[in-house]
């Protein structure tokens, strides 16, 4: 199994609400990280996790707010969001941190209204 | 600033030609790098990778070359398919104590019947 799934494919939420992310895999990888990517730009790393511990938070904004409960899941949970955060947000996981390929989720289209 | 980038936005290419894809990096301390191949609605897809110990690095139909003294890498496809049409990213991983990964700015490749 070498695929990271995410659900919902789609979402659609208002600036007062809450809502969930997820992001899970089961290639045994110990890395896996939050990407949010914008209209014919680049994915932008949000937040990286090795071994279940927060690496590396990506000066995010609180409203967005990453869990990893094990090894297979990782979680992005959103509230209080505005338009501009409507995005394609990607899941990746990664065997390690350092030098290996990541293995990319299809993405959830995040839409602000 | 140390960033990674591409020569040429979109390229268009007849099908069965062969397409090649430019990226140039500035940081010097990069050793592994990355193209991913991302069609509209999806995810980015691993193609294949190289570390800076390495020239050149071969898969199926895709040959990825490394040129440190000038810090450039490409991406050759040969024999392009309509299949092959989708934006095309590098990515490096930089040697500093994040080791996140770092895209490019991407390439759109377009195949013509």
């Known amino acids: 199994d070498t695929e990271v799934t995410q659900t919902p494919k789609h979402l659609v939420m208002g600036m007062t609400n809450k809502k969930s992310l997820k992001c899970e895999q089961h290639?045994?990888?110990?890395?896996m990280y939050w990407y949010k990517q914008k209209a014919k730009k680049p994915p932008e790393l949000m937040f990286v996790?090795?071994?279940?511990?927060?690496?590396i938070n990506e000066s995010v904004p609180s409203r967005f707010s990453p869990e990893c409960p094990n090894s297979s899941l990782l979680n992005l949970h959103l509230h209080a969001l505005q338009p501009e955060d409507s995005a394609l947000y990607l899941c990746?996981?990664?065997?390690?941190?350092?030098?290996?390929?990541?293995?990319f989720g299809p993405g959830t289209r995040l839409t602000v209204t | 600033g140390e960033s990674v980038g591409l020569h040429l936005p979109t390229l268009s290419v007849q099908e069965g030609d062969n397409s090649i894809i430019n990226c140039a990096y500035s940081?010097?301390?990069?050793?592994?790098f990355i193209w991913y191949k991302q069609e509209s609605g999806k995810g980015p897809q691993f193609i294949i990778d190289?570390?800076?110990?390495?020239d050149k690095r071969q898969g199926q139909r895709v040959t990825v070359l490394l040129n440190k003294t000038v810090k450039h890498l490409s991406l050759q496809i040969a024999a392009t398919q309509p299949g092959d049409s989708a934006v095309y990213f590098c990515?490096?991983?930089?040697?500093?104590?994040?080791?996140?990964?770092?895209f490019g700015s991407g390439t759109r490749l377009l195949v013509r019947p």
């Open positions: 990746a996981s990664s065997p390690a941190l350092r030098g290996n390929e990541q293995y």
């Open positions: 940081n010097s301390a990069s050793d592994y």
């Open positions: 190289i570390r800076s110990n390495m």
């Open positions: 290639m045994g990888h110990r890395a």
């Open positions: 996790y090795s071994y279940e511990k927060l690496s």
């Open positions: 990515a490096e991983n930089f040697m500093d104590s994040s080791y996140k990964l770092i």
